[in-house]
T-cell receptor, first 115, second 113 residues
Framework: GAGVSQSPSNKVTEKGKDVELRCDPI?????LYWYRQSLGQGLEFLIY????????KSGLPSDRFSAERTGGSVSTLTIQRTQQEDSAVYLC?????????????FGSGTRLTVV | AQSVTQLGSHVSVSEGALVLLRCNYS??????LFWYVQYPNQGLQLLLK??????LVKGINGFEAEFKKSETSFHLTKPSAHMSDAAEYFC???????????FGTGTRLQVTL
């Protein structure tokens, strides 16, 4: 597609439920990144994919968080047993090749609210 | 490890005035530096980046930034603010040994008449 697409744009869930967030990167972009944006916390790196593999998942905050990417395209971030501190905007970005210096294209994000 | 400090979480300027958003970084190796802008309910858009070469970098919408190694700074400037510049601005750094960017906490720019 023309841009990075994320769905849903907003998600309200009850504490303890599982959620799945989807990212559809720009066609042909091999690298995909997930970030979390919390109020007053800036942007926090979660995980990076090159193709379908994740060479850097150091930012995942706990084992409740997992992500996968299939077909070198769509990625899903799953949060199990959601907690209130998981409330944030989850941003996905993709780039043409591995490497920051080409610049990332960000999606509009999924705003997750855990009640 | 790398880090970014953005001085001033909120900056207010009058329309037509100089915009100066401050960014200082910490990096043990030569950094790659970026400024992103985020409009309400939108993703981040790259304004400009410094990788190598000329230390004065020009970006979109009339913004520019200068990499000053001696001051470990990468401040963002625009000579004349426009109402449409009101947004949140993020400075980010990468060392090149990993693909992730480390972001500052952002500066919200308000432009008043």
């Amino acid at each position: 597609g023309a841009g990075v697409s994320q769905s849903p744009s907003n998600k309200v869930t009850e504490k303890g439920k599982d959620v799945e967030l989807r990212c559809d990167p720009i066609s042909g972009h091999t690298a995909l990144y997930w970030y979390r944006q919390s109020l007053g916390q800036g942007l926090e790196f979660l995980i990076y994919f090159q193709g379908n593999s994740a060479p850097d998942k150091s930012g995942l905050p706990s084992d409740r968080f997992s992500a996968e990417r299939t077909g070198g395209s769509v990625s899903t971030l799953t949060i199990q047993r959601t907690q209130q501190e998981d409330s944030a905007v989850y941003l996905c970005a993709s780039s043409l090749v591995e490497g920051f210096h080409y610049g990332y294209t960000f999606g509009s994000g999924t705003r997750l609210t855990v009640v | 490890a790398q880090s970014v400090t953005q001085l001033g979480s909120h900056v207010s300027v009058s329309e037509g005035a100089l915009v100066l958003l401050r960014c200082n970084y910490s990096s043990s190796v030569p950094p790659y530096l970026f400024w992103y802008v985020q409009y309400p309910n939108q993703g981040l858009q790259l304004l400009l980046k410094y990788t190598t070469g000329a230390t004065l970098v020009k970006g979109i919408n009339g913004f520019e930034a200068e990499f000053k190694k001696s001051e470990t700074s990468f401040h963002l400037t625009k000579p004349s603010a426009h109402m449409s510049d009101a947004a949140e601005y993020f400075c980010a750094v990468s060392t090149g040994t990993a693909s992730k960017l480390t972001f500052g906490t952002g500066t919200r720019l308000q432009v008043t008449l």
